[in-house]
């Protein structure tokens, strides 16, 4: 770890700090904020907050490794980067400096659909450590050649986000003029004009566009019509005959993302799914909605180790991964830590996030005297 940027952030509550003073306020409470009133939001960290791990000093442990296979491919650590939409309105080229950082690190990086980098370009910085958040379109021929591109890429991990059937309520981005299409005032102007290091990156980089659906767009659209394209090419209600649909489509591994019930996990399993992610989406969909942690608890007890279980949710530390490994999960996912990294420290704040997360980690094994990450949930009590 760097010692200049480890005196600037020495956890991912200073880079949330640093984000907040370096990128303009709309920005910020986009990515900070989840829906209606932040219960969702909340509750992932009190989840999280409220569970303890259980030492075991006394016991054999030479040494602790983070190394982890998830679905036949070896990773150095069992963390990856969850996809977050419009990642160029947070900062500019976030997510080629992340897909970079997490082919650095051999960890997985999951590009979002509405991601400010296209398929391709993804697919040229993290490699095999690729994977491509799908939210399928209601055009099928656009479906198709989304599919068709990333298997081409190299992409052989296909994460369906089924979470979304209604968009979220978000009173901040509504407050702040963050609607489809976006609605640019005086305010936000002057924020903009307050965080120079923000606009200039803009400026050099462009305005953040949906980078991956822009051979769809029509030619000539002004803002209103790619806005009113994307509303409506992507509102298709993932359902049981979707997921079958694209798992005849599809070569690679499948995963289901934004599983929280038995009953949701069961038939994704059914489906053909390779993998599931258990997220409430980071309480930015459902205000209501169980923990994270909670219903990874649940699924776990009931889905055969055979289906990879993988979780995201409110991950501010590598003790949050290593509360989630203890509880099932075989690997865990952080999308705003990440994004605080890149918004407070530019392109290098990627992989400084990633050093963090593997350093409290490091720790937190060897604190407990666990060998490996498999070994974590004997650590609950």
């Known amino acids: ?55 075991r000093y006394l016991t054999d442990c030479d040494s602790s490794s983070l190394q982890c296979t998830l679905m036949g491919q070896r990773y150095s650590a069992p963390f990856g980067i969850a996809p977050v939409g419009l990642s160029g309105l947070i900062w500019p080229g976030a997510s080629a400096s992340q897909a970079h950082a ?22 040229e910085q ?10 399928p379109p209601t055009l099928n021929e656009v479906s198709e050649d989304l599919l ?21 309520y978000r009173p901040a981005d509504i407050r702040n003029g963050l609607s489809v299409p976006p ?7 002057w924020q903009s004009i307050c965080h120079p290091a923000w606009s200039i990156a803009t400026l050099r980089h462009g305005l953040p566009q949906f980078a991956s659906m822009k051979p769809y767009i029509p030619a000539r ?18 359902d049981i005959k979707t997921l079958k649909t694209i798992r005849q489509q599809w070569q690679g591994k499948l995963i289901i993302k934004g599983i929280l019930t038995v009953e949701d ?46 979780v995201d949710g409110g991950v501010e530390s590598g003790v949050d991964i290593a509360r989630y490994l203890a509880c099932g999960a075989d690997t865990v996912f952080a999308g705003r830590a990440f994004m605080y990294g890149t918004a407070g420290l530019g392109n290098a704040g990627a992989s400084h996030t990633t050093e963090i997360l593997l350093r409290e980690l490091q720790q937190v094994m060897e604190q407990l005297r666990c060998p490996t990450v498999a070994d974590l949930p004997r650590f609950l009590k």
């Open 221 to 238: 659209s002004d803002m209103a019509d790619v806005a009113h394209y994307i509303r409506n090419t992507l509102k298709k209600v993932v």
């Open 148 to 168: 068709q591109r990333a298997w081409n890429s190299g992409c052989r991990h296909l994460v369906v986000t089924i979470d979304v059937p209604s968009p979220g």
């Open 265 to 310: 996990a069961k038939r994704a399993v059914s489906a053909g799914a390779d993998g599931l992610i258990i997220s409430n989406h980071g309480g930015r969909q459902l205000d209501a909605a169980i923990p994270s942690l909670h219903a990874l608890s649940t699924i776990r007890r009931s889905i055969g180790s055979e289906t990879a279980l993988m």
């Open 102 to 123: 997490a082919r650095q690190a051999n960890i997985p990086f999951v590009l979002s659909s509405l991601a400010s980098i296209s398929i391709e370009q993804a697919a």
């Open 126 to 135: 993290a490699q095999e450590n690729f994977w491509f958040q799908f939210y």
């Open 183 to 189: 609605k640019i005032s005086v305010r936000n102007i």
């Open 1 to 55: 770890m760097r010692r200049s940027l480890t005196n600037r952030a020495a956890c991912i509550g200073d880079l949330k700090m640093l984000a907040r003073r370096r990128i303009p306020g709309f920005a910020f409470e986009y990515l900070a904020n989840g829906c209606n009133s932040n219960r969702s939001l909340s509750g992932n960290r009190e989840a999280l907050d409220s569970l303890y791990l259980h030492p």
